[in-house]
């Protein structure tokens, strides 16, 4: 009998090995290719796809086959020199995602995805036709159009719900109006977007965050024929219109929503930013974050983590508290401005840490800053679990997101945090679950295409609403698309636009 069973134990584990031995190698024609990148009219400033392992049985991979296991090529028949920045981010988990930037734009582009030599799934993918770059201005005439091309979803919650309290939208009295209201104590820009393309004029003293704005208004208006509206955008970090739905209020844009506010909310200036400068100017990005997740779930210390500057008052309570509680919770303040620092309650200012190491850590911390803290998306993207404060601010995608699916809540006045925390702790699978998710989440509504699907949306709505035409006021300036004199583009979309 026990032989039989010894018999039967050696068998199992050849068995066992030989199978997990065969599940180790990677399969070129099972693994999955997809992602935006690989259609034509998907124009981002850095286009992606993902590459998900898997081997030959099917099964997906679910850690790293190793950072070198595929090898990508991005090649033009009619451009032997293309000038394409190629990365493969290593997502640790048994995925890759594969971002590039053109500088240049090409015709018939072909995306080649080798595993030591062989092709991977379908590949070499074809981008027929013409494949445009990021500083060419190609605009696509149909709204309609681009918005399939680019898959946008049929509506967002949040714009439905932020332009409900308006029935319509007098651009000639909101001129006025927002002007005699706002214009005078906060810094304001004026935009009017007319025949695609943009014109401003700043209001207020600080005005330097208007770059960003500009900068993605003439992104969009290179990419898709905008329609032809007018509207302000509050440069400043608090929302401003505080009057209720029923007393008239103002349409005002903002990057940051609350709920005493009617502020149209927008993806803040920083997400924005990250979308027009991946693979350029910034180096935390949406796309960056996946592929420095750090060690592997298991691995991860099982703290919470937090760092940041002293902005609210809540941040305080919070380094108070992880100084009682070392043991559960590792915050700290990097820098101290709006209150003054007491040494003796919140511990010395410690050195800055790279975002990326955020992740070595099981969970993480996200608590409000002067408004909502701006780096949520980047949390989530992450594959730590992310504990998010109750808060009366929001981002534009906060609606979408449920407690105990993407994010572990947890009250405003930090009093349940230290107890979510421990159940955290108790429910490392169902915590792990919950990281999951929230990736998942930011990988599929907080990236480029969606962004500027939200943007163009927005947009297109509000310009339903005008019962006045917009129009380019007096002061208002032209804001000139930069010339790419180094690669022009032929835009073979330009006659249409221009005969239109
Ligand atoms: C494998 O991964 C792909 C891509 O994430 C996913 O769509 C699919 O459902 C996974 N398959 C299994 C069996 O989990
Ligand atoms: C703000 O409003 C949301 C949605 O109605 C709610 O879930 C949240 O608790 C509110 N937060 C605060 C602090 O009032």
């Keep these: 009998m026990l032989r039989k069973l010894l018999l039967l134990l050696m068998l199992c584990i050849i068995f066992m090995t030989r199978r997990s031995k065969a599940a180790a190698a990677p399969s070129a024609s099972q693994t999955l290719i997809w992602g935006p990148g690989l259609e034509t009219n998907i124009f981002l400033p850095a286009r992606f796809f993902f590459i998900q392992t898997v081997d030959s049985t099917g099964r997906n991979f679910t850690t790293s086959p190793g950072e070198k296991t595929f090898e990508v090529k991005i090649t033009s028949p009619t451009d032997p020199y293309a000038r394409i920045w190629i990365q493969i981010l290593d997502r640790n988990d048994g995925s890759f995602l594969v971002r590039y930037r053109m500088y240049a734009s090409y015709t018939d582009l072909h995306v080649q995805i080798l595993l030591k030599d062989k092709l991977v799934g379908k590949s070499p993918y074809v981008l027929k036709g013409a494949v ?88 969009l208006t290179r990419k898709v024929k905008v329609p032809d509206i007018e509207f302000f955008v509050n440069l400043g970090d608090w929302p401003l219109e505080k009057r209720r739905a029923s007393e008239k209020p103002s349409p005002v844009f903002s990057w940051c929503g609350s709920n005493d506010t009617q502020d149209i909310v927008m993806p803040t200036y920083d997400l924005t930013e990250s979308v027009l400068e991946t693979m350029g100017r910034v180096s935390l990005d949406m796309m960056s974050v996946q592929g420095h997740t750090g060690p592997v779930w298991e691995q991860k210390i099982s703290k919470a983590f937090w760092r940041g500057r002293d902005s609210r008052k809540e941040r305080l309570e919070l380094v108070k508290l992880a100084r009682a509680n070392p043991d559960m919770l590792d915050a700290a303040f990097t820098n101290f401005f709006f209150f003054k620092h007491d040494e003796s309650l919140y511990g010395p200012l410690v050195k800055h840490v790279s975002f990326f190491d955020f992740f070595k850590y099981k969970y993480q911390i996200n608590v409000d800053g002067t408004v909502a803290a701006y780096r949520l998306p980047y949390l989530l993207a992450g594959d730590s679990a992310v504990f998010k404060h109750d808060s009366i601010y929001y981002e534009h995608f906060y609606k979408q997101l449920q407690p105990w699916v993407h994010y572990i809540p947890f009250k405003a006045d930090l009093s349940d945090l230290l107890e979510k925390i421990q159940w955290a702790r108790d429910h490392d699978e169902e915590a792990k679950q919950i990281a999951l998710a929230g990736q998942q989440f930011a990988r599929t509504h907080l990236m480029g295409d969606s962004i500027f699907c939200y943007y163009f949306k927005l947009f297109q709505k509000y310009a339903e609403l005008q019962v006045t035409e917009p129009k380019v006021r007096d002061g208002m300036e032209l804001v000139e698309q930069p010339k790419d004199e180094l690669f022009p583009c032929y835009c073979a979309r330009k006659k249409v636009r221009d005969e239109l």
């Excluded at 439905?160 to 005699?180: A, C, Q, W």
């Design 132 to 219: 445009y770059h990021e500083s060419c201005d190609c605009p696509e005439p149909s709204g309609a159009l681009w918005e399939k091309n680019m898959h946008c979803p049929a509506s967002f919650s949040q714009i439905e719900s932020d332009l409900s309290v308006f029935p319509s939208v007098d651009p000639d009295h909101n001129t006025h109006e927002i002007l005699k209201r706002f214009g005078k104590r906060h810094s304001l820009c004026h935009y009017t977007i007319k025949n695609n393309q943009v014109y401003i004029k700043t209001h207020g003293e600080h005005v330097g965050f208007r770059i960003f704005m500009d900068a993605f208004l003439l992104s």
